[in-house]
């Protein structure tokens, strides 16, 4: 079994800048995507970013230029920098993994981006 737990998540300006965090524990070799969701109030849960074991990543239209998914595989953490924030982003941003046969979500972290 593979477990996410989230950090990076607070409070910032327009403008501003958050790097999330992703960190999983577990049978991380069966990891094969990881990706960044976000689910804002009184909305459903969309893609943000998305990274493969290889390394391609796709991205929602709307925070292309903006956030950077990566990841380092030799510390089993997937990072979400977030630049240029708006208060749009506001959200709760959750990590996901899938492997063979699963999927697993981490708990969420808040970003709030202030006017």
């Known amino acids: 079994q593979v477990q996410l737990v989230e950090s990076g998540g607070g409070l910032v300006q327009a403008g501003g800048s958050l790097r999330l965090s992703c960190a999983a524990s577990g049978n991380t070799v069966s990891i094969n995507a990881m990706a960044w969701y976000r689910q804002g109030p009184e909305k459903q849960r969309d893609l943000v970013a998305a990274?493969?074991?290889?390394?391609?990543?796709n991205y929602a239209d709307s925070v292309k230029g903006r956030f950077t998914i990566s990841r380092d595989n030799a510390k089993n953490i997937v990072y979400l920098q977030m630049n240029t924030l708006k208060p749009e982003d506001t959200a709760v941003y959750y990590c996901?993994?899938?492997?063979?046969?699963?999927?697993?979500w981490g708990q969420g972290t808040q970003v709030t981006v202030s006017p």
């Open positions: 996901r993994a899938t492997g063979p046969k699963y999927l697993v």
């Open positions: 990274i493969s074991s290889g390394g391609s990543t």
